[in-house]
């Protein structure tokens, strides 16, 4: 499988097909699992390109033995202060990967974290055709954060608990309720394949990091490149006024609003969500 490489760090990626190249990049922690519904989409297509983020799955972290060894809530503050990532070094990651596949004209579709890798790589590099941003934030002081409840849920898992109820608890603002109540036995397998591929806590934090520090909104209204966005109205992760704030930003972008969709969209709706993506590529296509 093929490797990129920046500052010392391999960075893994998997390439398949043949068509126009889409390159799907991962959100906060997740593997490359997360885009499995839009990859059976894109088959026969499209070539996908599909990176793992510094820190997740195939790739390596960069992390130093010193930092990944310190106890979880001294390691914590130190990865925000000093040793966190950027997602301008992410993006540059991005820019590894697609000169070493020898890329240019791609179709970038990121979500969550992914989509502001993507939109930080179209501001700094030349080889995006178009942008299709899913459940993700611009960044800066006009950004709605996320809820109060959600922080709670996600960063307030007790100790002792196994690694498989921790990605539980950490899960539920994403999905809505009825979707996780009727699918349990895909839950456990989504679970098994976090457990497989997501990244591990050090890594974890230090992605955290990078979208905590994030904002291009001053700086998307120079970005000419034709961008979809989609976003659920019911996301408890990144809330859906920010999609209305990428929409005002852009100045060639399309919004396509998912009533009731949740942070992962891109696996409750992911027919709504292919349907669109598959016409939006196919009115940009070479």
């Known amino acids: 499988m093929p490797r990129a490489s920046r500052d010392g760090v391999s960075i893994f990626y998997e390439r398949e097909g043949e068509g126009d190249p889409v390159v799907l990049i991962q959100g906060l922690s997740f593997g490359r699992w997360m885009w499995r519904w839009q990859r059976e ?3 026969g297509e499209y070539e996908v390109i599909a990176p793992d983020n510094r820190g997740t799955g195939r790739s390596d972290d960069g992390l130093s033995r010193l930092v ?14 000093l040793a966190g990532y950027s997602v301008a070094g992410l993006a540059a990651d991005l820019e590894a990967v697609l000169a070493d596949a020898g890329l240019h004209g791609v179709h970038l579709v990121g979500a969550s974290l992914g989509g502001m890798i993507a939109q930080r790589y179209a501001i700094e590099y030349g080889r995006a055709r178009t942008l299709s941003l899913l459940c993700t934030t611009p960044g800066g002081p006009d950004a709605v954060p996320m809820p109060e409840g959600t922080v709670e849920t996600i960063y307030g898992v007790p100790r002792g608990v196994s690694e498989r109820e921790r990605l539980r608890r950490r899960m539920r603002p994403a999905f809505g309720e009825r979707f996780t109540n009727r699918n349990p036995h895909l839950m456990d397998r989504i679970v098994e394949w976090r457990l497989e591929q997501d990244a ?26 034709p961008t979809l966005i989609v976003h659920g109205t019911d996301d408890r992760v990144v809330p859906v006024g920010n999609a209305h704030l990428l929409a005002e930003r852009l100045p060639n972008a399309r919004l396509e609003i998912v009533d009731g969709g949740s942070h992962c969209l891109f696996v409750e709706h ?17």
Request: net charge positive.
């Open 200 to 225: 591990e806590e050090p890594a974890r934090t230090a992605q955290a990091a990078a979208g905590a520090s994030f904002d291009a909104s001053e700086e998307l209204g120079r970005l000419r490149v």
């Open 41 to 43: 989409a894109l088959r």
């Open 68 to 81: 990944k060894g310190l106890p979880g809530r001294l390691r914590t503050p130190v990865i925000f202060k």
């Open 270 to 286: 992911a027919d709504r969500v292919n349907a669109a993506l598959l016409e939006f590529l196919g009115e940009h296509a070479r």
